[in-house]
């Protein structure tokens, strides 16, 4: 079983950039996509980005350009650079791990999840 930490969110004026990062703590974690998803208030969570175990990585559009994601391996680490934010950025970000299924883009085809980190962003 791995248990995710999640950190580095904060309030930040629109424009302005911020990393989180997301710590894998046991269990499989190199050999496996993990993912990035928000949910702001009252709405679903939806993907923000992927890095396969491949080295491939996807982005949602409304992201693409302006986030990056990334993972080292050796310190179990995945991590999210959110640059050129704007107040629709707002949201809690989670981290997850993939366990199956054929895409990558669906919040049910991950099984572990961490408890997410408030990005604001302020116009």
């Known amino acids: 079983q791995v248990q995710l930490v999640e950190s580095g969110g904060g309030l930040v004026q629109a424009g302005g950039s911020l990393r989180l990062s997301c710590v894998a703590n046991?269990?499989?974690?190199?050999?496996?996509?993990m993912a990035w998803f928000r949910q702001a208030p009252g709405k679903e969570r939806t993907f923000v980005a992927v890095f396969t175990s491949a080295g491939s990585t996807y982005y949602a559009d409304s992201v693409k350009g302006r986030f990056t994601i990334s993972r080292d391996n050796a310190k179990r680490t995945m991590y999210l650079q959110l640059n050129s934010l704007k107040p629709e950025d707002t949201a809690v970000y989670y981290c997850a791990r993939r366990s199956g299924g054929s895409s990558f883009y669906y919040a049910s085809n991950y099984d572990s999840w961490g408890q997410g980190t408030q990005v604001t962003v302020s116009s």
């Open positions: 046991g269990g499989t974690f190199s050999s496996v996509a």
